[in-house]
């Protein structure tokens, strides 16, 4: 079975500082790793996902994110935010098989401040 | 551009009664998901399904029900609805394959009263 465990609920920032919203996952089979975020009274829409390769992803809007399988990490990073990127961000794996279930974490809340 | 259109955005129902929440893609994707949405849970799979007629429960199926009669149409059915599934209820789907991501609903949002 797999997890994924979010470790910040809340992320506040100021506008155009970096941020980090971590995500840590566990499985004892191969996985694929995604980023989803959720904008106020929307669906999820895909951020970005690591497949396999290179360990550096980069996503729409400016995100980014590093797969580390020794760490069974896979945190997401921005530079620079702005106020659009306010939103609830989910960090979600699958296992290596076509009828896997998604698991998704508790979601990171980011805000940010003028 | 896929869709996934869930039939009501909120809704309102009594305690006891049987509620029909549904789902509709248009692209030919074979899996379908239910989730539910609680603030500080994120997202915790219901029911999901991979072909017609075929289902499997998720991590909390208890109070829940599902059909899939159509490739297109995924219902996620309430038996008795009680005051604790109220809730974000969210449907995606997506292409065969664990690596394709997933399209999401606008999400309904449901008040058992």
């Known amino acids: 079975a797999q997890s994924v465990t979010q470790l910040d609920s809340q992320v506040p920032v100021f506008e155009e500082a970096p941020v980090e919203l971590r995500c840590n996952y566990s499985?004892?089979?191969?996985?694929?790793l995604f980023w989803y975020v959720q904008y106020p009274n929307q669906g999820l829409q895909l951020l970005l996902k690591y497949l396999s390769g290179s360990t550096l992803v980069k996503g729409i809007n400016g995100f980014e994110a590093e797969f580390n399988k020794s760490q069974t990490s896979f945190h997401l990073r921005k530079p620079s935010v702005h106020i659009s990127d306010t939103a609830e961000y989910f960090c979600?794996?699958?296992?290596?098989?076509?009828?896997?279930?998604?698991?998704f974490g508790s979601g990171t809340r980011l805000s940010i401040r003028p | 551009d896929v869709k996934v259109t869930q039939s009501s955005r909120y809704l309102v129902k009594r305690t006891g009664e049987k509620v029909f929440l549904e789902c509709v893609q248009d692209?030919?994707?074979?899996?379908m998901f239910w989730y539910r949405q609680d603030p500080g849970l994120g997202l915790r799979l219901i029911y999901f399904?991979?072909?017609?007629?075929?289902?499997e429960k998720g991590d909390i199926p208890e109070g829940y029900s599902v059909s899939r009669e159509k490739k297109e149409r995924f219902s996620l059915i309430l038996e008795s609805a009680s005051t604790n599934q109220t809730s974000m209820y969210l449907c995606?789907?997506?292409?065969?394959?664990?690596?394709?991501?997933?399209?999401f609903g606008q999400g309904t949002r449901l008040t058992v009263v």
């Open positions: 995606a789907s997506h292409q065969q394959g664990a690596h394709r991501q997933a399209f």
């Open positions: 399904s991979y072909d017609v007629k075929m289902k």
């Open positions: 692209m030919d994707h074979e899996n």
């Open positions: 499985s004892s089979v191969s996985v694929y």
């Open positions: 979600a794996v699958t296992a290596y098989s076509s009828a896997s279930k998604i698991i």
